[in-house]
């Protein structure tokens, strides 16, 4: 029933009501403090001497409103007076160790100084309850009082202000050294020390001592809140004590619990009032009380809302952010578009001007290791390099040790520094962001070497393809030259063996008698010609069969009048060698074939000439051609029982220059052409030649090809 | 009276066909490259002309383009003499006007002559046999 009690204070006296709540609320803003600072980091001499002032504070502000309490009893008020000396013996001492270790985490005297200094403000200490400081205490009025200070009062003053004092100084000259960060926080905390040290030293101390007043000592309390405002607003705005997210809520329960008190207080005073006697103020109380529980949700979110619109003006939900960067993360792999999203969410949440990643081996490195942050370093090369890039924080991505990519951040858009809540985003995406770049870079790296190895392959084709073609030019060139000469010179041959079979044919139809052995060189001169004839026409046709010149003229051929061509042309030789020769080229059901006539009759020749040429002397020789119809192909077949092709050279009877190793067919005049052309021939018509033969028996010539066909030019 | 024009550069070849046809009773002048025959076939006025495609100076399809292009010369039938069987400059000369080519070396000259005699006996362009 705390409440109540208090409440019964309030009735009672009304006037001091409002000292009261100010006693709470630097009690409770001192708490604050205390939790804050040890619960961040206990081990720090800076956190811990906070925590101790706040301590001092808050005793020193207690003991301060029960020595003021009205109608008390001057021994009593004299006790409580020396309590408060008692109490506030270690300000000094606690304010000059602070002001030398701030912010740090150590001071930097020694442990006999330190216990030196304590040492003192102990026998101040005890002193405070001799009556060497405080000799008497004479109450003016119910609210009033004076004191009769002794010779103690100036231990305390040096103790309380020369500390003090040298503390100060101390700060300044902190202040005037330090650089960025530390100095905005060195000079909030300094300007709320002194201004609220120097305040109620003058109206606790000299008013008190010097003046014999103890009216100012009331505003004591309020002047301590100054320092806690100032160090409040160092803490949240400038990350002193690195405390921040934990000020929300303690700020808001503490704004909170002020409200529920200073409500109900109200409401209790003013329903006493209003209301008719009769009902107990306890009544009152308690009814205030639940109608505050009632309305505790609503007020916690009314006070929630107003800490957080003072305190955390462009907040952003730093699990929700996270989620939002993972899912990017897990999503992309292609590391333009990877970072073209987190940058994308990284300055709308955070609102910063410039994020940017490097992740190029050349500029990774480049800011260290280490996360820098601009306001947090002291000035040197490193600050005046981030100064210069216009970087703000520098966010080194490492993975397995390595440092695959650096994130650097420049200004935010309010102008601001870097929230804690921002720093601790940073460290949770760092890890991450470095796994995923790596991912990325390392798909990268395979792309690039695709690449790279597409370009090589590629490269090194088109310099074979190069090579190939030269090559090819170069034979293709010989080939060229090869038939050039051949034509040239089967054309040159032409002339003169067109000249001796020309006059060869006048001595034969001139009229004059030639002898019988005349007639007979003639016929050998003749034979010989006719030769020539067919190895140069050979050879042309070849050169321009290899040349890709041979000419095929489609004409309708009936096969009959082709055999009788072809007898004319190989009658004689038959006749010559006693080879009987019998031509049918009759087909049931074709009248014309649409061939090339000349060609055919080139080939028929050819293959009937060997036919008849390569017979056995003791045998009587025959040759047989006929033609049949095969599907859409005319097979016209030579059929001879000469000696025949052995196995071993069956393979070789369509190469060029071929010629049997038989005695008899060496004794035979040859070239080794014919069947080469005939094939070359029967190939440009679309047909082929095939064999077979049993050496010793003959053989048989299959010359087949199409019945119709569309004429055609150029077949090589 | 039958003028026979032969243009033709070997001289062998050209006194060769020159005898077939003095056989025949024909009269028969000669040329010895494309120029010189140009010059004769104006002067001469011949029947027919015998003319060879591979000539020094002016090679025989040049000489028929000439005298296909020239009113006056343009009646005469021009007979294509050639060294090789399925050569393109011969079908190319049928295309121009020539009424027929002859390849040397198959064809004896008493055959040639005979071959003329056959051209001039029923001498159109249009039912001339081309082969």
Same mark, same amino acid.
């Given at each position: ?63 301060? %409103? ?42 930097? %005297? ?64 902190? %202040? ?51 320092? +806690?405002? +100032? ?79 003072? +305190? ?79 970087? $703000? ?51 990268? =790296? @395979? ?71 005349? =007639? ?47 007898? $004319? ?75 025949? @092709? ?71 | ?13 050209? $006194? ?116």
């Amino acid at each position: 029933m705390s409440l109540s009690i208090v409440c019964h204070w309030c009735l009672a006296y009304s006037g001091i009501m409002l000292t009261l709540a100010i006693v709470i609320l630097t009690v409770l803003a001192n708490v604050v403090i205390v939790v804050m600072a040890l619960q961040r980091n206990p081990a720090s001499a800076t956190h811990r001497l906070l925590a101790a002032l706040s301590v001092v504070t808050a005793l020193w502000t207690v003991f301060n %409103y029960l020595a003021l309490i009205p109608n008390t009893a001057p021994e009593t008020r004299l006790f409580w007076v020396r309590t408060v000396m008692f109490a506030t013996a270690p300000y000094g001492t606690i304010i000059l160790l602070l002001a030398d270790a701030f912010p740090g985490p150590s001071t930097n %005297y020694g442990r006999r100084v330190v216990w030196g200094l304590f040492g003192y403000n102990l026998i101040t200490a005890v002193l405070a309850f001799s009556p060497w400081m405080f000799a008497q205490l004479i109450n003016t009025s119910a609210t009033n009082f004076t004191l009769r200070p002794g010779w103690a009062i100036v231990v305390y003053a040096i103790g309380f202000m020369g500390f003090m004092g040298v503390g100060f100084a101390k700060l300044i000259k902190k %202040y005037r050294a330090s650089m960025g960060l530390l100095k905005t926080q060195i000079w909030l905390f300094l300007i709320g020390l002194i201004v609220s040290f120097t305040l109620l030293t003058l109206t606790n101390f000299i008013a008190v001592v010097v003046f014999g007043s103890i009216q100012l000592t009331s505003l004591g309390p309020p002047f301590t809140l100054v320092f +806690f405002v +100032f160090v409040m607003y160092a803490i949240i705005k400038h990350k002193l004590l690195d405390v921040g997210a934990l000020v929300v809520r303690a700020v808001t329960f503490t704004m909170l619990l002020l409200g529920v008190v200073g409500v109900e207080a109200g409401l209790v005073w003013s329903l006493t009032k209003i209301l008719p006697e009769g009902i107990d103020s306890v009544q009152v109380a308690i009814g205030g009380a639940v109608a505050i529980v009632m309305g505790y949700d609503t007020l916690r979110s009314i006070f929630t809302k107003l800490t957080e619109r003072v +305190f955390f003006r462009g907040r952003y939900n730093t699990e929700g952010v996270l989620k939002q960067l993972t899912r990017v993360m897990a999503e992309e792999i292609e590391i333009e578009t990877l970072w073209g999203r987190l940058q994308k969410i990284l300055e709308r949440e955070m609102k910063v001007t410039e994020i940017k990643l490097e992740w190029k081996v050349e500029g990774r490195e480049r800011w260290g290791r280490e996360r820098l942050v601009f306001d947090e370093l002291g000035e040197g090369e490193q600050k005046e390099q981030l100064r210069q890039a216009e970087v $703000r924080v520098v966010l080194p991505l490492i993975t397995k040790d390595e440092v695959v990519g650096v994130i650097t951040l420049g200004d935010k858009l309010s102008g601001e520094i870097y929230s804690v809540q921002d720093l601790e985003l940073l460290e949770i995406l760092a890890p991450q962001a470095a796994v995923a770049i790596k991912n990325a870079q390392s798909y990268h =790296q @395979i792309q690039e070497f695709n690449k790279t190895l597409e370009e090589r392959v590629k490269e090194r084709s088109h310099e074979l393809m190069a090579a190939q073609e030269r090559e090819l030019q170069h034979t293709t060139d010989l080939l060229e030259l090869k038939n050039e000469f051949v034509f040239m010179s089967s054309h040159d041959l032409a002339t003169p063996v067109a000249a001796i079979s020309g006059y060869m044919s006048l001595i034969r139809d001139s009229k004059d008698k030639l002898s019988k052995e005349m =007639q007979n060189n003639l016929a050998a001169i003749g034979e010989s010609v006719e030769r020539l004839k067919s190895l140069v026409n050979d050879l042309l046709q070849i050169a321009r069969g290899e040349s890709g010149q041979l000419r095929v003229e489609m004409g309708a051929i009936e096969p009959a009048v082709l055999g009788d061509n072809v007898l $004319r042309r190989v009658g004689v030789l038959a006749k010559a060698r006693g080879v009987k020769l019998d031509i049918d080229l009759n087909v049931a059901g074709v009248k014309t074939v649409t061939s090339d006539g000349q060609k055919l009759m080139e080939i028929l020749e050819n293959l009937l000439t060997n036919a008849i040429r390569y017979r056995l002397s003791d045998a009587e020789g025959w040759v047989r051609v006929s033609a049949k119809k095969e599907s859409d192909k005319l097979v016209i077949t030579v059929e001879d029982n000469g000696f025949g @092709i052995s196995i071993k050279e069956q393979a070789k009877v369509f190469s060029k220059f071929f010629r049997s190793e038989r005695r008899e067919v060496r004794e035979q005049p040859g070239t080794g052409l014919g069947l080469y052309v005939s094939q070359m021939l029967a190939s440009a018509l679309g047909g082929e030649i095939s064999f077979r033969s049993e050496e010793g028996k003959g053989s048989v010539f299959n010359l087949s090809f199409p019945l119709e066909q569309k004429p055609r030019k150029g077949v090589k | 009276m039958v003028k026979i024009l032969i243009i033709e550069d070997d001289p062998l070849m050209q $006194r060769m066909y020159q005898k077939a046809f003095g056989f025949d009773g024909y009269t028969v002048v000669v040329a010895g490259d494309g120029v010189e025959g140009l010059e004769k076939i104006r002067s001469e006025q011949p029947t027919l002309v015998l003319l060879d495609v591979m000539m020094p100076k002016m090679n025989g399809l040049d000489v028929l383009t000439k005298i296909k292009a020239d009113p006056e010369l343009k009646k005469i039938p021009v007979i294509m003499l050639t060294n090789l069987a399925g050569s393109a400059d011969a079908e190319k000369a049928l295309l121009m006007g020539a009424v027929k080519y002859i390849v040397k070396s198959e064809q004896e000259p008493k055959a040639v002559v005979q071959m003329v005699k056959e051209i001039l006996a029923g001498y159109t362009r249009d039912n001339v046999p081309t082969q």
